[in-house]
Each structure stands twice: as structure tokens, then as C-alpha cells.
């Protein structure tokens, strides 16, 4: 507020910072318009200031999104409850071989998805989604195959009226090749071990039967132990006899 109507200082003034230039005598009803008019301004003014620190806020987070949805080793892939392809991250692409030009807006069905498996994915995607993992397999632009095990949510995404779906996924298609082959070596080392206590069970057998035989052997040993043994002694009686008799003989000359 000044008395000098001088338009050098009220231009000085505005340029300072000022919102308005007010002579005196002060204008009641003028003054408070003005006032009015820089209060409803520097209300705006906040606004707008708490809005750009918002948006900024907002870019840096999703910047900050998007470095995690890229560099996390997960597969990400949203899609639309018809199968459309909106968004591929990296390690989706370098698990499959597609490129984000080449598979969005494709029907996941159609190019990802065998053709025994397509039938229970399209349900998956039409039912209520559900976190409970399960196992679907994804064909990669050069035909192979890998085992993903899912879990898909329900979400929303600009310029989509219904939820989409957004199915996190992880390859583990090694792990189940370790977890057969470590299946098959339990299996072989189970026929391993039957067949060896088969060997022992034979063993014993064959012991029982040995032991038997030992004891019919020495059941016949003993047996002919004795005979000999008897035979000795009747060859010995029989020498006895035989010197008694020459004796009489000697005795007794023959008439």
C-alpha cells in the first residue's frame, strides 16, 4: 500500500513479488477482493506445487517399478481374460526368445501355451484367480518346452474396463529333471537293495542247507568211525582166536 501513485513503483512492487498495488485512501470492498484474489491464488499456487511433487513422486516410483519388474529373475506376463498379451518383462522374454514387439497383443493361448495344456489355461483364466501355485508348461519361440509354475492375481490396467490377469511365474524345468533323476536313482537303489537281500536271503539258504549236510556228514562219519572202530576189534578177536588155536594145535600134535 503506498500514497504515491508512481507506475515506476508499482512496477518495481509487482516484479518484487507483490500481488497487487494499492493506493490510499484505501477502496474497502477493492482490498478485499484483492485479498481474496491472492488468497484463492496462492491456494491454487500450493496446489499446483503439491501436484508436480506428486507426479514427481509418482514418476520416480514408477521408474523405480519398472527397474524391479525388469531386472527381478521372475516371469511377469499380464494378459487379458481373452489371452491378450499386455506386457512381457525380460526374463519372460529371455525365457521364451520373443521379443515385447514380436508377442504383444498375441493370444497367449495360441503362441506360448501347448496345445494339450491350452484347454485348462483358458479356464484358469476364466475362473476366479487364485494365488495356489500350479505347473503349466510354456513353448519357447524355437519349440522347446519349459515347465513354469505359476501363480496369477487379479488386477487392473489403464485403458482395460475388466481386471486383467498377472500370472508370476518361475522355471522349473531343471529342478524337475533333478527331481527324476533323483526319483530314478531312489528307484535302482531300492531294486539294488531287494535284490541284494534276495542274495542274502539265498545265502542264508544256502548256509541252513550247508549246516544240514554238515551234520548228516558227520552223522556218517561217525557211523563209519564205528564200524571201523567195530571192524578192529573183531580182527583183533579174530588174531586172539587164531593164536589160541595154533596154541591148542601146538599142544595137541594130530593123530
Given at each position: 500500500m503506498t500514497g504515491?501513485?508512481?507506475?515506476?513503483?508499482?512496477?518495481?512492487?509487482?516484479?518484487?513479488?507483490?500481488?497487487?498495488?494499492?493506493?490510499?485512501?484505501?477502496?474497502?470492498?477493492?482490498?478485499?477482493s484483492s485479498l481474496t484474489r491472492a488468497l484463492q491464488l496462492r491456494h491454487v499456487s500450493r496446489q499446483a506445487e503439491e501436484r508436480e511433487r506428486a507426479e514427481t513422486a509418482l514418476r520416480e516410483?514408477?521408474?523405480?517399478?519398472?527397474?524391479?519388474?525388469?531386472?527381478?529373475?521372475?516371469?511377469?506376463?499380464?494378459?487379458?481374460?481373452?489371452g491378450c498379451i499386455l506386457f512381457f518383462n525380460r526374463a519372460a522374454e529371455e525365457l521364451t526368445g520373443y521379443t515385447r514387439d514380436e508377442i504383444l497383443n498375441t493370444i497367449l493361448f495360441q503362441t506360448l501355451v501347448p496345445a494339450d495344456a491350452a484347454t485348462e489355461v483358458r479356464q484358469r483364466y476364466q475362473d476366479p484367480i487364485s494365488v495356489t501355485p500350479y505347473q503349466v508348461p510354456w513353448k519357447t519361440k524355437y519349440g522347446a518346452e519349459r515347465l513354469i509354475e505359476w501363480r496369477s492375481a487379479s488386477m487392473?490396467?489403464?485403458?482395460?474396463?475388466?481386471?486383467?490377469?498377472?500370472?508370476?511365474?518361475?522355471?522349473?524345468?531343471d529342478r524337475r529333471r533333478s527331481e527324476e533323476k533323483i526319483a530314478a536313482l531312489h528307484t535302482e537303489l531300492n531294486q539294488q537293495v531287494q535284490a541284494y537281500e534276495k542274495v542274502v536271503l539265498d545265502l542264508e539258504a544256502s548256509r541252513e542247507q550247508l549246516q544240514e549236510k554238515i551234520v548228516d556228514l558227520e552223522t556218517f562219519?561217525?557211523?563209519?568211525?564205528?564200524?571201523?572202530?567195530?571192524?578192529?576189534?573183531l580182527e583183533k578177536e579174530t588174531a586172539m582166536l587164531q593164536r589160541e588155536l595154533d596154541l591148542i594145535k601146538a599142544e595137541r600134535p594130530l593123530a
Open positions: 504515491y501513485g508512481d507506475q515506476t513503483l508499482a512496477t518495481q512492487a509487482l516484479r518484487g513479488g507483490a500481488f497487487d498495488y494499492i493506493l490510499k485512501p484505501i477502496d474497502r470492498e477493492y482490498f478485499l516410483n514408477r521408474q523405480s517399478l519398472d527397474t524391479l519388474i525388469e531386472t527381478v529373475p521372475c516371469i511377469l506376463a499380464l494378459t487379458d481374460r481373452d487392473r490396467w489403464p485403458n482395460q474396463e475388466a481386471p486383467c490377469v498377472l500370472s508370476v511365474g518361475i522355471d522349473i524345468t562219519q561217525d557211523v563209519v568211525v564205528g564200524r571201523e572202530l567195530k571192524m578192529i576189534a
